[in-house]
């Protein structure tokens, strides 16, 4: 009788760890499911930059080679509108994350008044359509008779990047320890110092985190690109241009190199962040 009741107890106790078994197993599916789905076009775009097409239409696949990546940068009006992008992009992840930085730091460390206001513009910054941004900034520059082309691509790419950057470093602000900073007064540091010796490293990945969103929303930017581009042609708005005569294989290139490039950034900023064992 003792047995019977031992072996019940322990189905009773066995199943629902199956159940929660189960499913995590059908969680983890899913989630493997997802990310195939997100990786999809990703991949799609990797395998037709070894599509041996003998034209523009790469669109079905004709056979592997690696011709493409030795003639990369064949078509030069491509290869100029992707210097034009990766320009673009780098002054807007160096404005945008000096701005961005000051901006978020304030925000997180004091209260003053009107910062509910900044919060507000921007969030709504963020959240507004690219769209009304690309449509209001053109009517900005056309009333204040600035000429359209890669300076006024990068204002505005500064201009709604700002407000990303901000977002992350005041994240990071919130949590600092204050106590860091009020040890390194005691031992005599002004402000100036303290902030760059003590609370800008702490801060720094936040900043870089801040400065790479920035960077890969400008490069990925079309449509507020294509508001205020005038004749100057980005890499997305010749992709764009280029999709009504068929797109060259040059393109499915230049974006995987751009995704390896992502790839490996995010790869070595996860082992640097990886802390490290103390020395035997």
Same mark, same amino acid.
């Given at each position: 009788?003792? /047995? ?11 199943? +629902? ?12 599916? !899913? ?18 930059? #070894? ?12 056979? #592997? ?7 990369? @940068? &064949? ?19 160096? %404005? =945008?994350? $000096? ?5 978020? !730091? ?34 900005? @520059? ?7 082309? &890669? ?8 201009? #709604? ?21 009020? &040890? =390194? ?14 609370? @800008? +490293? ?11 969103? $920035? ?6 930017? @079309? %449509?507020?690109?294509?508001?205020? &581009? ?18 060259? +294989? /040059? ?14 950034? =995010? ?11 103390? =020395?035997?």
């Amino acid at each position: 009788m003792t /047995q019977v009741l031992e072996e019940e107890e322990t189905a009773v106790v066995a199943a +629902p760890r199956r159940s929660r078994l189960t499913g995590g197993r059908a969680l983890h599916i !899913y989630t493997w499911i997802v990310i195939g789905w997100l990786t999809l076009p990703v991949l799609v775009m990797i395998l037709f930059g #070894f599509n041996d097409t003998p034209g523009r239409y790469n669109q079905t696949w004709e056979g #592997f080679t690696l011709k493409w990546y030795g003639q990369v @940068f &064949a078509l030069d009006e491509l290869t100029k509108a992707l210097v034009i992008s990766l320009l673009v992009a780098v002054a807007t992840a160096v %404005v =945008a994350g $000096a701005l961005g930085t000051g901006i978020g !730091y304030a925000l997180g460390r004091y209260r003053f008044r009107g910062s509910g206001t900044v919060n507000l513009i921007m969030f709504a910054t963020m959240s507004s359509p690219e769209l009304v941004m690309g449509a209001s900034l053109l009517t900005l @520059f056309v009333s204040l008779g600035v000429g359209l082309g &890669a300076v006024t691509i990068t204002i505005a790419h500064i201009m #709604f990047s700002i407000s990303f950057v901000a977002v992350v470093v005041r994240a990071r602000v919130l949590t600092l320890d204050r106590s860091v900073e009020e &040890a =390194a007064a005691d031992l005599g540091a002004n402000a100036w110092t303290t902030f760059w010796r003590i609370t @800008f +490293p702490i801060i720094m990945p936040a900043v870089m985190s801040g400065m790479l969103l $920035a960077f890969a929303l400008s490069i990925d930017d @079309f %449509v507020v690109s294509n508001f205020t &581009a005038g004749t100057t042609t980005t890499f997305p708005l010749w992709i764009w241009g280029a999709t009504r005569v068929g797109l060259p +294989p /040059q393109v499915n290139v230049m974006g995987t190199l751009i995704f390896l490039g992502g790839v490996l950034i =995010a790869v070595v900023t996860s082992i640097r962040s990886r802390p490290r064992r103390p =020395a035997a």
